[in-house]
């Protein structure tokens, strides 16, 4: 007995939900020890007798060989008293208080696909298959520990086949908590009808090659979907949605097909493979043979490959059906609303837009739109994070006991939750404009804090006066009688890209969007600031230009072109307009008029809006129909003069004078840029090498500037976030002209840089000032 000894383990992370408790029950038995294991809530709790080795053994293969899907950030093992057991068992889960963490959604695993597809296994064709590895978790839970009894796969009992393997550690599914089989688990129908099973699978795949569209229930919520090869049904489904050019994803059935549209660079194909599948943007191929409506004028399409086994039966399924190989699947909802997640959502928001849906019994608790992300420096680069990654926690060193809810943005609205140096991001949630997504929000903030036993004592939001975010915060902090604490917009995107990184110091923070309110009343969105978790100062901006119109200078980028063409210009800026097309006479006196008179008009630093001027300067877009349509068309305008090999160094020329200093504040001479871009456009050099110089110049405006104010600072480290950093030519050519310069260049991956990431920023100011 002198080398036997129990020990008591503790296991923090992503272990519940990903078959960490079978994983335990095996590799304990396997090494000859005895015990129990049970989910705490916040970690899982492990008592383990054996011999010193095994229990080495024991604990490394924890620490380092853990499920595919675990997260396993820390094991504490303790010494305790001997105690005998009489073989290795897991025991009844209990909550306790402490860090959690939750799982996100997983996708079908390839042992479960082999499955489906297996005539001799008992769940062939069940569109519900799913083990220990994979299936829903987020969007069933309804509270920790994660066991059946708190899913909404309670409302399923398990047959008796599917109990004995669920008990049966030397099974796939042994605690696998939605676990099921044809003859126990949910059921797949056509709604309004009585098609159901089998008969409504292949009643959507004959209904989908006919030309139709289809709203189809999966894990996180409705999609809307067609062939993506069929020109007039893509076209219909863009009539229907309102929704003229902004791209569909595409769900493609496997890598095959994937490889015959696009381009596949390194890491994506295991990025697309993996276990969180999201919609990748990959370039298309000119043999693309996809309908030229699912992305207008856009060098890549947003491509997904089958992550719960009801899609993979639409691609394959023994029937008469010769099925497509690429559907168009983008997100059930009302422009502006989030996506639909019951039945009765989507016949009330969607009805209009399909001729049929197919729908499924399991209930979706909290929605999950897809997760989107681009590649960039051989890593994912997120614009959406949703299913697949929220709400994985992002660490922070500050190690201080702190409950803090923070709402995010106004658009491209996620929330955030922060337990002490633990930061849980929600999913996506949507647009706050439109009230559905409002009472979305308020809903999704109460249900995670309750599934992460969270209590705010803090309650953080933006600075505009006239966000929804806001209200609902105000609203949430007077009813739970807590502190309200304002950041500044631009302020939370660098503390997000610095919290992201791990970062806990002073950076120089690039902050360029569309719209943030400013300190003094105007819009910021080119921003220079000096930055710690403390506060900031503002040291640089874009040189500010008038912004008329309201709301709809956001779309209608000949505005801002106007605007910068008059103040380069003068008395020469209408004729100028004109000859550019950017507007005729008299939209241009209307929008002196109000600049000057102070109608309907802000001053502004926008970099987002800097960039739908001059694609309206080149002619490329003069508006947009989706947010970024103007910004996105420029960068593929450059993208493709750098895939033709243009000469851009014999083109490129940059204004004599990159920035102004004074008073400790750089000014970027953008309006400058904006006039030389005109004046060469009439000259009949060619738009794409335009935009190209027009990024190319930017960056070393931005590098030129990081430097003055590093040599007032002695600061070495430059923080990129902000919506246009979702440019990835910007991005990149900011990022290698400041290595150049000896920065460090901190950038997102996994926490958008758009304002889907701001939440982070604002949750990480509120452990650190409240």
Request: hydrophobic residues 35%; negative net charge.
């Given at each position: 007995m002198n080398n036997i000894k129990t020990v008591n383990i503790r296991v923090f992370g992503i272990v519940q939900g990903v078959g960490f408790r079978p994983f335990t029950a095996v590799t304990a038995e396997e090494l000859g020890i005895s015990g129990t294991v049970a989910n705490k809530g916040s970690y899982v709790d492990i008592y383990a007798t054996g011999e010193e080795a095994s229990l080495a053994a024991f604990a490394d293969r924890i620490r380092h060989d853990p499920p595919e899907r675990a997260m396993v950030l820390e094991v504490e093992v303790t010494d305790i008293e001997y105690t005998e057991f009489s073989g290795f068992e897991i025991i009844e889960s209990e909550k306790e208080m402490g860090d959690i963490f939750v799982s996100p959604d997983i996708a079908t695993c390839p042992k479960c696909r082999e499955e489906l597809f297996d005539k001799t296994d008992r769940r062939y064709l069940h569109p519900f298959i799913n083990c220990t590895q994979c299936g829903p978790r987020l969007t069933i839970l309804e509270s920790m520990p994660y066991d059946r009894e708190?899913?909404?796969?309670?409302?399923?009992?398990?047959?008796?086949?599917?109990?004995?393997?669920?008990?049966?550690?030397?099974?796939?599914?042994?605690?696998?908590?939605?676990?099921?089989?044809?003859?126990?688990?949910?059921?797949?129908?056509?709604?309004?009808?009585?098609?159901?099973?089998?008969?409504?699978?292949?009643?959507?795949?004959?209904?989908?090659?006919?030309?139709?569209?289809?709203?189809?229930?999966?894990?996180?919520?409705?999609?809307?979907c067609c062939d993506a090869h069929n020109e007039e049904a893509v076209s219909r489904l863009r009539e229907l949605k309102s929704r003229p050019a902004k791209p569909f994803a595409v769900m493609m059935r496997d890598m095959d097909t994937v490889r015959k549209q696009c381009h596949i660079r390194d890491g994506q194909e295991d990025y697309l493979t993996g276990w969180q599948k999201p919609i990748m943007l990959l370039k298309k191929r000119s043999c693309c043979t996809l309908s030229e409506k699912i992305a207008p004028d856009n060098t890549t399409v947003g491509?997904?490959?089958?992550?719960?086994?009801?899609?993979?039966?639409?691609?394959?399924?023994?029937?008469?059906?010769?099925?497509?190989?690429?559907?168009?699947?983008?997100?059930?909802?009302?422009?502006?609303?989030?996506?639909?997640?019951?039945?009765?959502?989507?016949?009330?928001?969607?009805?209009?837009?399909?001729?049929?849906?197919?729908?499924?019994?399991?209930?979706?608790?909290?929605?999950?739109?897809?997760?989107?992300?681009?590649?960039?420096?051989?890593k994912p680069y997120m614009i959406r994070r949703s299913r697949g990654f929220a709400p994985l926690p992002v660490m922070l060193k500050n190690k201080a006991d702190k409950q803090v809810l923070a709402v995010g943005?106004?658009?491209?609205?996620?929330?955030?939750?922060?337990?002490?140096?633990?930061?849980?991001?929600?999913?996506?949630?949507?647009?706050?404009?439109?009230?559905?997504?409002?009472?979305?929000?308020?809903?999704?903030?109460?249900?995670?804090?309750?599934?992460?036993?969270?209590?705010?004592?803090?309650?953080v939001c933006d600075t505009h006066p006239k966000y929804n975010t806001v209200r609902v915060a105000e609203d949430i902090a007077k009813k739970l009688g807590v502190p309200l604490i304002k950041v500044q917009h631009h302020y939370a995107h660098i503390l997000s890209c610095m919290a992201e990184n791990g970062f806990d110091g002073k950076v120089i923070g690039v902050s360029f969007d569309g719209t943030g309110y400013g300190d003094d009343g105007t819009i910021w969105g080119?921003?220079?600031?000096?930055?710690?978790?403390?506060?900031?100062?503002?040291?640089?901006?874009?040189?500010?230009?008038?912004?008329?119109?309201?709301?709809?200078?956001?779309k209608e980028g000949w505005r801002i072109a106007s605007a910068l063409i008059r103040d380069a210009f003068g008395d020469g800026g209408e004729v100028l307009c004109q000859r550019l097309g950017i507007c005729d006479g008299m939209e241009y006196k209307l929008q002196k008029a109000?600049?000057?008179?102070?109608?309907?008009?802000?001053?502004?630093?926008?970099?987002?809006?800097?960039?739908?001027?001059?694609?309206?300067i080149l002619?490329?877009?003069?508006?947009?129909?989706?947010?970024?349509?103007?910004?996105?068309?420029?960068?593929?305008?450059?993208?493709?003069?750098?895939?033709?090999?243009?000469?851009?160094?014999?083109?490129?020329?940059?204004?004599?004078?990159?920035?102004?200093?004074?008073?400790?504040?750089?000014?970027?001479?953008?309006?400058a840029l904006a006039a030389d871009i005109a004046?060469?456009?009439?000259?009949?050099?060619?738009?794409?090498?335009?935009?190209?110089?027009?990024?190319?110049?930017?960056?070393?405006?931005?590098?030129?500037?990081?430097?003055?104010?590093?040599?007032?600072?002695?600061?070495?480290?430059?923080?990129?976030?902000?919506?246009?950093?979702?440019?990835?030519?910007?991005?990149?050519?900011?990022?290698?002209?400041?290595?150049?310069?000896?920065?460090?260049?901190?950038?997102?991956?996994?926490?958008?840089?758009?304002?889907?990431g701001i939440a982070l920023g604002q949750a990480a100011y509120g452990i650190y000032n409240s």
């Open positions: 708190r899913t909404t796969m309670k409302e399923h009992p398990m047959c008796e086949k599917c109990s004995s393997e669920y008990h049966d550690p030397a099974t796939r599914r042994y605690d696998a908590q939605p676990v099921c089989c044809n003859d126990c688990g949910p059921e797949v129908y056509i709604v309004g009808t009585d098609i159901k099973g089998g008969e409504a699978i292949t009643h959507i795949r004959r209904a989908i090659m006919e030309g139709k569209i289809a709203a189809v229930k999966g894990i996180g919520g409705f999609h809307l491509v997904m490959l089958p992550y719960a086994p009801v899609q993979m039966l639409l691609f394959d399924y023994p029937d008469d059906v010769d099925m497509t190989d690429c559907l168009v699947m983008t997100s059930g909802n009302v422009r502006g609303a989030p996506i639909c997640r019951s039945d009765e959502d989507a016949l009330k928001e969607i009805g209009g837009f399909c001729d049929l849906m197919f729908s499924h019994n399991r209930k979706i608790l909290l929605r999950a739109d897809d997760s989107v992300c681009d590649w960039l420096f051989d943005g106004e658009l491209k609205n996620s929330f955030c939750i922060a337990r002490g140096d633990l930061l849980y991001p929600s999913p996506y949630v949507g647009d706050m404009a439109d009230i559905r997504t409002v009472k979305a929000l308020e809903e999704s903030t109460e249900r995670m804090c309750g599934l992460l036993e969270t209590n705010p004592e803090v309650i080119g921003e220079f600031l000096l930055c710690d978790y403390r506060g900031y100062k503002r040291v640089g901006s874009i040189r500010p230009f008038m912004q008329t119109g309201g709301d709809l200078s956001s109000m600049a000057e008179k102070g109608l309907n008009s802000v001053k502004s630093t926008s970099c987002g809006r800097l960039f739908d001027a001059v694609s309206a002619g490329i877009k003069r508006t947009s129909t989706f947010e970024g349509e103007a910004s996105v068309a420029l960068m593929c305008e450059a993208e493709r003069c750098l895939a033709k090999r243009h000469e851009i160094s014999e083109n490129y020329r940059t204004p004599e004078k990159l920035i102004k200093y004074q008073d400790g504040f750089v000014t970027l001479c953008t309006m004046e060469r456009k009439l000259a009949c050099c060619q738009p794409d090498v335009l935009a190209y110089t027009f990024h190319a110049v930017l960056a070393d405006m931005v590098t030129a500037a990081c430097e003055k104010i590093s040599e007032d600072t002695g600061i070495k480290t430059v923080a990129l976030s902000g919506g246009v950093f979702q440019n990835r030519l910007l991005t990149k050519l900011c990022h290698e002209r400041l290595t150049a310069k000896g920065f460090t260049v901190l950038l997102h991956s996994l926490i958008p840089p758009n304002d889907g």
